[in-house]
């Protein structure tokens, strides 16, 4: 279905499963939805009844017009889905970048979120980004002293980054920030061929300060119940990065995987999730 937002951009949005109302948001940021859907709906839609949406400019989501693509925008484009879907209140699960999205909703609109679910995501892209940065130099086989991300403007980190990305597809060594294996990373691009990625969410956000503040100064504000995985092989977001959160009600669950858990180990994601949600209502 298309969700038409206030300031008229058309959010595609998809429903599936049956029991309490959960969000998904996926990560990127520029991703989308489907690939989850695709791996992780089996798991969860006789407890959850998943709500897939593309943010908008990604996926099969229009982009605006406006070129708003703000964070106080983007969480009033959740608020519309959840009025126009007439759900009293959800869980929220947010995938990498999504999680940032997650908190600041929760923070933004409490009396609409049950609990929070976070799955490999960052609250700091800032670190995340350092972290990919310094592991990716270690797979080329380059120096990787750490890296002090507060001596960094975010152009020049951004910049850092990409350079980075681009020897590691050279040598065909990207995947292992995301993948335990090149088979995960088959799988999840055969879901991934119809994605037509537009480059301006991801250039708004990768440009934007307001995007890569420190959220995790923020985790003792949310008094709602969290669920933070963690992937122990997740170079994406850095295997130890929730160690920063300061949530005052939260479950952390290390999990044996990469960047997605869903694709690594199901059957351990299904379980933390689902024991979450009914532990949590």
């Not at 839609?45 to 982009?63: A, E, N, P, W």
Request: hydrophobic share 35%; aromatic share 10%; glycine share 6%.
């Amino acid at each position: 279905m298309i969700v038409k937002t206030s300031d008229d951009v058309n959010l595609h949005v998809e429903r599936e499963g049956t029991g309490m109302p959960c969000l998904y948001l996926h990560g990127g940021p520029g991703y989308w939805s489907k690939s989850f859907q695709h791996l992780a709906g089996d798991l969860l839609h006789k407890d959850l009844k998943l709500v897939y949406l593309d943010q908008r400019g990604c996926g099969r989501s229009d982009l605006a017009e406006n070129e708003d693509y703000t964070l106080d925008r983007l969480l009033l484009d959740l608020e519309e889905v959840r009025l126009e879907l007439q759900i009293k209140e959800w869980y929220v699960m947010g995938h990498s970048f999504g999680a940032l999205l997650a908190m600041n909703y929760a923070l933004k609109y409490p009396n609409a979120v049950k609990g929070i679910i976070l799955s490999n995501g960052t609250l700091h892209m800032k670190e995340s980004f350092a972290h990919q940065i310094q592991k990716g130099r270690e797979l080329l086989g380059l120096e990787h002293d750490s890296i002090n991300i507060e001596e960094y403007r975010i152009p020049d980190l951004v910049d850092t980054f990409f350079s980075t990305v681009m020897q590691l597809m050279e040598e065909n060594l990207f995947y292992k920030l995301q993948y335990q294996s090149i088979a995960d990373k088959e799988k999840m691009d055969e879901i991934d061929a119809q994605l037509d990625t537009q480059p301006d969410f991801q250039q708004h956000i990768f440009s934007s300060e307001e995007y890569f503040q420190d959220f995790k100064k923020l985790t003792p504000l949310i008094a709602k119940p969290v669920l933070v995985l963690s992937g122990k092989y997740d170079h994406a977001i850095g295997p130890d990065h929730q160690e920063g959160f300061d949530f005052r009600d939260a479950i952390y669950q290390p999990l044996d995987s990469g960047h997605h858990p869903y694709l690594d180990c199901p059957e351990e994601f299904k379980k933390a999730v689902i024991g979450f949600v009914k532990a949590s209502k």
